[in-house]
């Protein structure tokens, strides 16, 4: 059975900073390239970030670039999303995603996990 859960989640203050992880289960990980997703309210799922399966190269959206890093440990079937100096803008629920690197027909979302940042 594949799984991804998400934790790390919480309430910040602006200019804090939280560690997402992710836990992926029921696949080959290292085939798969890993992202992150959000959605804030009233707004269309966003592209976070995007790790390849090998770990060798990553790409960010540019509302997180310089403040986010993506990162994965094959080893233990963990990605991880390291957000600094985090703004109010940046609340939403943050989702793991799952796709195989040669068949993107095998996508696999995780439930989700709340960020909010407030003071």
């Known amino acids: 059975q594949v799984q991804l859960v998400e934790s790390g989640g919480g309430l910040v203050q602006p200019g804090g900073s939280l560690r997402l992880s992710c836990a992926a289960s029921?696949?080959?990980?290292?085939?798969?390239?890993m992202s992150w997703y959000r959605r804030a309210p009233g707004k269309e799922r966003e592209l976070v970030a995007t790790?390849?399966?090998?770990?060798?190269?990553?790409n960010y959206a540019d509302s997180v670039k310089g403040r986010f890093t993506i990162s994965r440990h094959n080893a233990k079937n963990t990605v991880y999303l390291q957000m600094n100096s985090l703004k109010p803008e940046d609340t939403a629920v943050y989702y793991c995603?799952?796709?195989?690197?040669?068949?993107?027909?095998?996508?696999?979302w995780g439930q989700g996990t709340q960020v909010t940042v407030s003071s």
């Open positions: 790790i390849t399966s090998a770990g060798d190269s990553t």
């Open positions: 995603n799952a796709v195989h690197r040669l068949v993107p027909r095998y996508n696999y």
């Open positions: 029921g696949f080959t990980f290292s085939t798969y390239a």
